[in-house]
């Protein structure tokens, strides 16, 4: 395809966007900021346009340049903010996660997708304890800030404020329709953050590792109680009020990777975990069509286990419940 | 964005896929039919690119228009590799596999750092069986092959030419310096997918299990043998590195997720892998140093176990082994 020919097929899709011939010019002449004749010559294709004026028609106009030419390229561009050690701050996080939850609820029809490889950070903040030790963790041992280096674990250092916006985030991830794909391992590695904080004596005692593993085992009944009633609610709610709705899968197969996929108004958005904790989103078609289709076929090969088949739900929750026991059982309490 | 930047991200782009002994300014001036000087006005943002010379660039680089119009600030470009049952084959993502390699061999100075999640899918082509369940489950589960819809495993389900290509693939990767971080979880996945297909009756009997799981039981002693000798090397076979090449290290607290970085003469790529066997790759500098900095502080955090640390070498592998003894034993 020829640029003259490119150019023609670019300004007769705008035309079929409902502008008439006569408007045409001046519309084109006011976004490239030209005159009317400049406009004309660009339309006749006397004069190339350069590839500031094309980006200009094609975002207003909303046009896939690629499309109208045909080409195909294996180029994704993502975007995130890289966790930086030199400027991270937790409270930014967070607030960066109430952010992106408030956005993808302001769709009106939305659901989320998360194929878990350890426990989505939203469970994080059913429980003050959890919240607390995977906020030290993060920055004693994934950050390694000076000011943590010597510091033991004390559940009384998480400050109140960060608390109040970790229950935000929850509060917004629990609005959020959502699919949820576990396996037995996606606990596995929160255990071990607490078995080597113990065997490092992080922990002031077995007293404060005991609470911890009452919080969990919380956690993980009330997440029980969420996936039999296929819907998510408050701890503290005694109602069980619905707030969204939720499917939970029990995955045997493929431990996840913390990817995540949201659908939101018939479009779609992809999040990727990289180096264990950062993440970054695209919103390329091709990518997020592939996406999904690897979402539906690990949602095939999983059970279903929210509502339904009380068995397997039952067997899920059980096998972790007795890891959770069996680590409260070991300690000197 | 302005299209300044749109005209700079793609230059940018365009060097990180250039390999480095090519000029930049040769190969545009030869992509547009301009002077070399042109070429440069162009590069340096002092001359706007056109419509016709977008389209030429993209069309020679495989860009996207579309994606240079919407970039936000921190935008990275990844080249994605997805394999599909028409136009990209599990036989072709091998080869190409193989070819990247080779091409990283090619350098004089060059090392891959794999942060894994499951046991690095190179590792999986050392021994016959292995590899044909690999390629059994990743064809019936993962890419739903219409071929395997009815399928139950065979040895033989796997062609000599994807199963020597996937040797090859060993062959070549033990030439390469490389640093893996393990956790004892890494090897879950696999036994997992074992007992999912003998659940699912995808087995014609237990003695086909067995010879699998014995397959897994060889990989993980020949892992642990490199691990011992800091060197790479294939079952049965010296190694060829005169000196270390491999560095294995063992971290308690964080399991990996597939990310790979590779240096190739002072150049760096990150590779991620997502959707089981598909990746993606960028050579944005920035992005790369950040990975590698975080990997770095993984590695303080975890215990270096290749050539030392004997007693905490056999603590690791007696995991995973045992793991599968305990599956053997149900069999």
Same mark, same amino acid.
């Given at each position: 395809?020829?640029?003259?020919?490119?150019?023609?097929?670019?300004?007769?899709?705008?035309?079929?966007?409902?502008?008439?011939?006569?408007?045409?010019?001046?519309?084109?002449?006011?976004?490239?900021?030209?005159?009317?004749?400049?406009?004309?010559?660009?339309?006749?294709?006397?004069?190339? %346009?350069?590839?500031?004026?094309?980006?200009?028609?094609? %975002?207003?106009?909303?046009?896939?340049?690629?499309?109208?030419?045909?080409?195909?390229? !294996?180029?994704?561009?993502?975007?995130?903010?890289?966790?930086?050690?030199?400027?991270?701050?937790?409270?930014?996080?967070?607030?960066?996660?109430?952010?992106?939850?408030?956005?993808?609820?302001?769709?009106?029809?939305?659901?989320?997708?998360?194929?878990?490889?350890?426990?989505?950070?939203?469970?994080?903040?059913?429980?003050?304890? *959890?919240?607390?030790?995977?906020?030290?963790?993060?920055?004693?041992?994934?950050?390694?800030?000076?000011?943590?280096?010597?510091?033991?674990?004390?559940?009384?250092?998480? !400050?109140?404020?960060?608390?109040?916006?970790?229950?935000?985030?929850?509060? %917004?991830?629990?609005?959020?329709?959502?699919?949820?794909?576990?396996?037995?391992?996606?606990?596995? *590695?929160?255990?071990?953050?607490?078995?080597?904080?113990?065997?490092?004596?992080?922990?002031? @005692?077995?007293?404060?590792?005991?609470?911890?593993?009452?919080?969990?085992?919380?956690?993980?009944?009330?997440?029980?109680?969420?996936?039999?009633?296929?819907?998510?609610?408050?701890?503290?709610? !005694?109602?069980?009020?619905?707030?969204?709705?939720?499917?939970?899968?029990?995955?045997?197969?493929?431990?996840?990777?913390?990817?995540?996929?949201?659908?939101?108004?018939?479009?779609?958005?992809?999040?990727?975990?990289?180096?264990?904790?950062?993440?970054?989103?695209?919103?390329?078609?091709?990518?997020?069509?592939?996406?999904?289709?690897?979402?539906?076929?690990?949602?095939?090969?999983?059970?279903?286990? @929210?509502?339904?088949?009380?068995?397997?739900?039952?067997?899920?929750?059980?096998?972790?419940?007795?890891?959770?026991?069996?680590?409260?059982?070991?300690?000197?309490? | 964005?302005? /299209? /300044?930047?749109?005209?700079?991200?793609?230059?940018?782009?365009?060097?990180?896929?250039?390999?480095?002994?090519?000029?930049?300014?040769?190969?545009?001036?030869?992509?547009?039919?301009?002077?070399?000087?042109?070429?440069?006005?162009?590069? $340096?943002?002092?001359?706007?690119?056109?419509?016709?010379?977008?389209?030429?660039?993209?069309?020679?680089?495989?860009?996207?228009?579309?994606?240079?119009?919407?970039?936000?600030?921190?935008?990275?470009?990844?080249?994605?590799?997805? &394999?599909?049952?028409?136009?990209?084959?599990?036989?072709?993502?091998?080869?190409?596999?193989?070819?990247?390699?080779?091409?990283?061999?090619?350098?004089?100075?060059?090392? &891959? &750092?794999?942060?894994?999640?499951?046991?690095?899918?190179?590792?999986?082509?050392?021994?016959?069986?292995?590899?044909?369940? $690999?390629?059994?489950?990743?064809?019936?589960?993962?890419?739903?092959?219409?071929?395997?819809?009815?399928?139950?495993? /065979?040895?033989?389900?796997?062609?000599?030419?994807?199963?020597?290509?996937?040797?090859?693939?060993?062959?070549?990767? &033990?030439?390469?310096?490389?640093?893996?971080?393990?956790?004892?979880?890494?090897?879950?996945? /696999?036994?997992?997918?074992?007992?999912?297909?003998?659940?699912?009756?995808?087995?014609?009997?237990?003695?086909?299990?067995?010879?699998?799981?014995?397959?897994?039981?060889?990989?993980?002693?020949?892992?642990?043998?490199?691990?011992?000798?800091?060197?790479?090397?294939?079952?049965?076979?010296?190694?060829?590195?005169?000196?270390?090449?491999?560095?294995?290290?063992?971290?308690?607290?964080?399991?990996?997720?597939?990310?790979? #970085?590779?240096?190739?003469?002072?150049? $760096?790529?990150?590779?991620? =892998?997502?959707?089981? #066997?598909?990746?993606?790759?960028?050579?944005?500098?920035?992005?790369?140093?950040?990975?590698?900095?975080?990997?770095?502080?993984?590695?303080?955090?975890?215990?270096?176990?290749?050539?030392?640390?004997?007693?905490? $070498? =056999?603590?690791?592998?007696?995991?995973?082994?045992?793991?599968?003894?305990?599956?053997?034993?149900?069999?």
């Amino acid at each position: 395809m020829t640029t003259g020919e490119i150019q023609h097929l670019l300004f007769k899709t705008i035309k079929g966007k409902s502008i008439e011939d006569s408007n045409l010019a001046e519309e084109i002449g006011r976004l490239l900021d030209k005159s009317t004749d400049s406009a004309y010559r660009r339309i006749r294709g006397e004069k190339t %346009l350069s590839l500031d004026e094309l980006q200009t028609l094609c %975002l207003h106009f909303k046009i896939s340049i690629d499309n109208l030419i045909g080409l195909q390229s !294996p180029g994704v561009i993502f975007t995130g903010e890289y966790l930086d050690k030199k400027t991270f701050r937790f409270e930014e996080y967070v607030n960066s996660l109430i952010q992106n939850l408030s956005y993808m609820n302001s769709f009106k029809e939305k659901t989320f997708y998360y194929s878990c490889k350890d426990l989505p950070i939203f469970h994080h903040y059913h429980f003050r304890e *959890i919240a607390a030790f995977k906020w030290f963790f993060w920055l004693k041992t994934y950050f390694q800030f000076p000011e943590f280096e010597k510091k033991k674990f004390n559940f009384k250092d998480h !400050p109140d404020e960060l608390f109040v916006k970790e229950q935000k985030v929850l509060d %917004l991830y629990n609005q959020l329709p959502s699919v949820e794909i576990w396996n037995l391992e996606s606990m596995n *590695i929160f255990f071990r953050q607490i078995e080597f904080y113990r065997d490092s004596q992080v922990f002031n @005692s077995d007293e404060d590792v005991y609470q911890l593993y009452e919080s969990i085992g919380k956690m993980w009944v009330h997440l029980e109680k969420q996936a039999s009633l296929g819907y998510k609610f408050d701890y503290n709610d !005694p109602t069980q009020k619905r707030i969204g709705n939720l499917k939970m899968y029990f995955n045997e197969v493929l431990l996840g990777d913390n990817n995540m996929l949201l659908e939101m108004d018939g479009s779609r958005m992809s999040y990727v975990s990289h180096t264990t904790i950062n993440f970054m989103f695209t919103r390329d078609e091709a990518f997020n069509l592939n996406m999904y289709n690897h979402m539906q076929n690990q949602m095939q090969r999983s059970t279903l286990i @929210s509502e339904v088949s009380e068995r397997e739900r039952a067997r899920f929750f059980r096998l972790i419940r007795e890891k959770i026991e069996h680590r409260k059982e070991s300690l000197k309490v | 964005m302005s /299209t /300044t930047s749109a005209q700079d991200f793609l230059f940018k782009r365009i060097k990180e896929m250039l390999p480095s002994d090519e000029s930049m300014v040769d190969i545009i001036s030869e992509v547009l039919h301009v002077s070399s000087d042109s070429a440069y006005r162009r590069i $340096r943002g002092e001359t706007p690119i056109l419509l016709d010379e977008a389209h030429l660039l993209c069309q020679h680089f495989h860009f996207s228009i579309d994606n240079l119009f919407n970039l936000k600030p921190g935008a990275v470009l990844f080249q994605s590799t997805r &394999i599909n049952n028409q136009q990209y084959s599990y036989e072709k993502y091998i080869s190409d596999l193989l070819d990247l390699i080779r091409h990283i061999n090619s350098y004089k100075q060059k090392d &891959i &750092i794999y942060l894994t999640k499951d046991v690095p899918i190179i590792h999986n082509f050392y021994f016959s069986p292995l590899i044909a369940f $690999r390629y059994f489950f990743w064809m019936k589960s993962i890419l739903q092959h219409p071929d395997f819809d009815n399928k139950g495993f /065979t040895m033989n389900c796997i062609s000599p030419e994807i199963e020597s290509l996937s040797k090859e693939l060993a062959k070549e990767y &033990i030439k390469v310096p490389s640093v893996e971080i393990w956790n004892t979880e890494c090897i879950n996945s /696999t036994i997992s997918q074992i007992e999912f297909c003998r659940d699912s009756g995808f087995f014609s009997s237990v003695a086909d299990v067995k010879i699998i799981y014995e397959a897994l039981e060889e990989t993980i002693l020949h892992i642990k043998a490199q691990a011992e000798a800091g060197k790479k090397f294939m079952p049965k076979e010296e190694s060829m590195s005169k000196t270390g090449n491999f560095q294995f290290f063992y971290n308690r607290v964080i399991l990996g997720d597939n990310t790979i #970085l590779i240096n190739t003469d002072g150049t $760096r790529s990150a590779f991620l =892998n997502y959707d089981v #066997l598909n990746y993606m790759s960028t050579r944005d500098e920035t992005f790369c140093s950040q990975c590698y900095e975080d990997i770095s502080r993984l590695m303080r955090k975890s215990t270096l176990i290749s050539q030392t640390s004997e007693k905490q $070498r =056999n603590i690791f592998f007696n995991i995973l082994l045992s793991k599968i003894t305990d599956r053997k034993k149900n069999l």
